[in-house]
């Protein structure tokens, strides 16, 4: 069974091992594969993983060998599913890998927001604290989370993580999502439907997938309904928010940070109106990265394809 990787190197850039998946049989890495080159490395293959090489209808058709595609990751926005589901062809993806990863990193990014940690290290080198008179030196508002309100859209396994971590700094949350896991709620825990959220929450996380009804769910309409001075962070989809209206948002001043990890292009254009925009932090998308995170990712792509061969198939996405 000849197996192909078309995008290894984010998933493992050198520092995990290959071997349980060629052990399935006869592996071929990539480190990236462009459109055009996808046929001519996968044609003869019965297995294809990918992380974010799309893979449309077109270049399926043209390989006849194909039987299971393993998507290196939770979202699997690269491919049609029920178009590829139609042509006898199993799909997996990768879910929980990053749950614990990711809503970490919600709060590294939240704390820089909050506590400017990298500009008043950069201040202290630079000398500014050497030459204050006062004891103490801060550059930026500082901003306790005790008290605050998270709105988080979308409480899948990551907004879930996400909340415990923010009730633990003290937080009220407000969640939205289309189902309700009743066992969440308490005192300080509650669904409301999203214009509650927008219009109470001091900080909003998006957590949803990508869907053509949550594409733009961040925009000029939504952002107006929200409080002055909100705090928005995105971790999971780029186009979720409408880049553009957010940056206007913040040179206005009506929202006063934002956090994103993800953009609508990837990787991002100079001209994005985010990379000038007032009080934005843009990291490059790697919540998802540390090596502990990967090496569960590794772990269930390989249990995956081990269970598409026995014919029991697992972590299925229709």
Excluded at 169 to 193: C, Q, R, T, W
Aim: hydrophobic share 45%.
């Amino acid at each position: 069974m000849k197996i192909v990787v078309l995008d290894g190197f984010t998933l493992n850039p050198g520092d995990l091992s290959w071997e349980a998946i060629e052990k399935l049989g006869d592996l071929k890495v990539y480190d990236r594969t462009a459109v055009d080159e996808i046929v001519n490395r996968a044609y003869d293959c019965e297995i294809i993983f990918t992380n974010k090489t799309p893979l449309n209808m077109e270049t399926l058709k043209k390989l006849p060998k194909l039987k299971y595609i393993g998507v290196l990751a939770t979202g699997y926005n690269v491919i049609n599913v029920k178009e590829v589901n139609e042509l006898g062809i199993i799909v997996t993806n990768i879910p929980a890998y990053g749950t614990t990863a990711v809503a970490q990193f919600v709060f590294a990014l939240l704390l820089e927001i909050c506590h400017h940690v990298g500009e008043h290290n950069k201040a202290v080198k630079e000398g500014a604290w050497t030459k204050c008179e006062d004891f103490c030196l801060w550059n930026y508002p500082l901003i306790e989370l005790a008290g605050k309100t998270m709105g988080i859209i979308g409480m899948g396994r990551i907004g879930k993580a996400t909340a415990i971590i923010a009730q633990a700094f003290g937080m009220h949350i407000l969640a939205y999502n289309p189902s309700k896991d009743e066992s969440l709620k308490s005192g300080n825990f509650k669904y409301v439907e999203l214009d509650q959220l927008y219009a109470e929450s001091d900080v909003i996380n998006l957590h949803c997938p990508l869907f053509e009804k949550t594409k733009g769910i961040i925009n000029k309409e939504s952002i107006n309904k929200m409080k002055d001075g909100v705090i928005i962070i995105n971790t999971s989809r780029g186009p979720l928010i409408v880049e553009q209206d957010l940056a206007d948002a913040l040179n206005s001043g009506k929202v006063a940070g934002a956090a994103v990890d993800v953009m609508s292009t990837e990787p991002p254009k100079m001209d994005s109106p985010l990379m000038s925009a007032k009080n934005c932090l843009i990291t490059p998308h790697i919540a998802w990265a540390p090596i502990e995170s990967r090496a569960r990712l590794m772990d269930i792509a390989v249990e995956n394809l081990a269970q598409f061969i026995k014919g029991t198939p697992i972590n299925l996405v229709k």
